[in-house]
């Protein structure tokens, strides 16, 4: 037997679906679903994604420049 705990949103449809790891084979397997009767507070949404923009060629990222150890 294995027990694997994870956090589940369940949408209005009342469809749940869950990833399993790769070492559970497929094929038949009785599962268990426990809801602790109590709904999560909702998970706040990511940060806003971060602008990118070509990277100035001139700029070299070395380790002397980013560290200051160099000759």
Do not use: C
């Not at 397997?29 to 060629?57: F, I, K, T």
């Amino acid at each position: 037997m294995k027990t694997i705990t994870t956090t589940a949103v369940i949408g209005p449809d009342r469809v749940l679906t869950v990833q399993l790891p790769p070492d559970v084979p497929p094929g038949p397997h009785e599962v268990v679903v426990v809801l602790n009767g109590a709904a999560l507070a909702p998970v706040p949404p990511l940060s806003p994604p971060y602008q990118l923009a070509e990277r100035d060629p001139s700029v070299t990222f070395s380790r002397e420049e980013l560290y200051g150890d160099g000759p």
